[in-house]
């Protein structure tokens, strides 16, 4: 994502930042990528999001955290 001055806003991932999640026959790696919408990319995704069956809610982390989430998505959300 780049913001208007056309700088990128999404934050790099590091090796230190990969979640680990031990399923019953195979792990999964999992590697969060944060990024960053301004008002307007907000608007304009969620106009998007509205066309298709997709139902979505936009929340901050702490509101995240407190709906019913896997924990492997409570990890991420940790990061």
Not at 17 to 38: C, G, N, Q, R, V
Not at 57 to 66: E, G, P, V, Y
């Amino acid at each position: 994502m780049r913001d208007k001055n056309n700088n990128n806003t999404a934050q790099k991932s590091t090796d230190k930042d990969i979640i680990k999640h031990t399923l019953t026959h195979f792990h999964w790696y999992l590697t969060p990528f944060a990024i960053t919408l301004d008002k307007i990319q907000t608007n304009e995704l969620s106009k998007q999001l509205d066309k298709t069956d997709i139902n979505f809610i936009w929340c901050d982390i702490d509101h995240a955290k407190t709906l019913g989430f896997p924990k492997t998505m409570l990890k991420v959300l940790s990061q």
